[in-house]
């Protein structure tokens, strides 16, 4: 008797155990169905419309915060711009592009850096510091990390918003974080008015003249032919053109000092569209500088300062002296939107005269020279240690 009772019980409690799994499953399959099946998603639409229009309308549904359409409609955009993959091609809000283009121009209030994305670290990059800025005088150098800005992380795809935080009033100061190595360093500097592009030159060992500058922006190659023609004036019989840590900047700023060194109709540049139209720069005077020439180069030389040391060095109008240039062979151009925002875009692909790639190759020099192990900061070179300017006195005498 007491056996039945227990056998009972056994299957009165089997039997709630299967009730309520039979309803959990029915239930599960219930909101499984809702969810992919009714109205609020339908995931067999591919268009982005209405894929947006579904999950806003999930957002409106279910959302439990205030929603800013602003921000929404932003980042919307960012984000579907940030699928193309291209490390290059951003979105820019219309609150950040007036700096964009400002920084361009070459003039802006911060601490004096280029920076570049970074996927495979997923860092934004300091590709260097310019030349007598907060930056390079803090000891910020080319290959450093960015962690942080004012205690807030940021990754590679958050390079507008770290160059609108960078940037601020003058004599105030941002806090980076940066990563070097193994090593984290942190830096408080005070923002000034930049200049981006000094343009500066010398004699050297009598005879040689010496120009160095850090990017291509608006006025550089008439600065550029300004600083030459004083060197000419002291007797100069030849020229090195340091392009080394120059991050590039304006295509066309760098066609010009070309144009000063080649022969009159000489090929310069093919840019290539999505089309693979072709599009030929060629130089439009008689060359103005009809000297040897060497073109000092190293890993941080990209973008503009490529074209230039491709173009000269294809013509044989300079030798190049150095390590391997970055690789940065393609062009952006800025767009800017009826609403006030802009996109930076990839658009095109450049070629040395010689139809040379550039992007993700990069120029090997003539003389490959690497400077010595004891130099720590490649923007503080004594010229005693500068094996790679020596290199090039050396070939020029």
């Known amino acids: 008797m007491e056996e039945k009772k227990r056998f009972k019980v056994y299957k009165i409690i089997m039997l709630i155990i299967l009730v309520a799994f039979i309803t959990f499953f029915i239930t599960s399959i219930g909101m499984y169905q809702y969810f992919v099946h009714g109205d609020v998603v339908n995931f067999s639409k591919s268009d982005i419309n209405s894929a947006l229009s579904s999950y806003r309308a999930i957002i409106d549904k279910y959302f439990l915060g205030d929603i800013d359409e602003e921000k929404l409609k932003e980042g919307a955009i960012k984000g579907y711009v940030e699928g193309l993959g291209d490390p290059y091609t951003e979105y820019i809000s219309k609150d950040d592009i007036q700096d964009y283009l400002e920084d361009t121009m070459g003039n802006f ?18 590709l260097a510091p310019i030349k007598n800025t907060p930056a390079e005088k ?11 800005v004012n205690d807030v992380e940021y990754t590679a795809d958050d390079m507008t918003v770290v160059s609108h935080k960078i940037k601020g009033e003058e004599g105030s100061s ?45 006025n550089t190659a008439e600065d550029f032919k300004e600083k030459y023609e004083e060197l000419q004036k002291q007797g100069i019989k030849s020229l090195i053109i340091d392009i080394r840590n120059n991050g590039g900047g304006i295509v066309q700023e760098a066609l010009k000092i070309a144009d000063y060194i080649a022969d009159k109709d000489s090929i310069l540049l093919y840019e290539i569209d999505k089309n693979n139209e072709e599009k030929i720069e060629k130089s439009e005077n008689e060359p103005i500088i009809n000297i040897p020439i060497i073109i000092l180069v190293n890993k941080n030389t990209a973008s503009s300062s490529e074209i230039l040391a ?6 044989g109008k300079a030798k190049i002296v150095g390590t391997k240039t970055f690789g940065k062979g393609i062009i952006q151009t800025v767009l800017t939107l009826t609403d006030g925002s802009g996109l930076k875009i990839t658009t095109t692909k450049y070629l040395t005269p010689n139809k040379a790639e550039l992007n993700e190759v990069g120029i090997e020099p003539d003389e490959k020279v690497e400077l010595p192990d004891t130099v720590k900061n490649i923007l503080l070179v004594e010229e005693k240690d500068d094996t790679q300017l020596q290199k090039a006195i050396e070939l020029l005498k």
Do not use: C, H
Request: no cysteine.
């Open 174 to 218: 941002v806090k980076l974080e940066i990563l070097r190595g193994n090593e984290t360093l942190k830096f408080d500097i005070k923002r000034e008015n930049i200049k981006v592009n000094p343009v500066e030159g010398k004699v050297i060992d009598n005879d040689i003249g010496y120009i160095e500058f850090s990017s291509f922006d608006e």
């Open 310 to 315: 491709g173009a000269l060095k294809d013509l």
């Open 138 to 148: 803090a000891g910020i150098l080319p290959g450093d990390f960015i962690v942080s």
């Open 109 to 126: 209030v911060g601490i004096g850096i280029y920076m570049v994305k970074n996927t495979e670290a997923n860092k934004i990059q300091i």
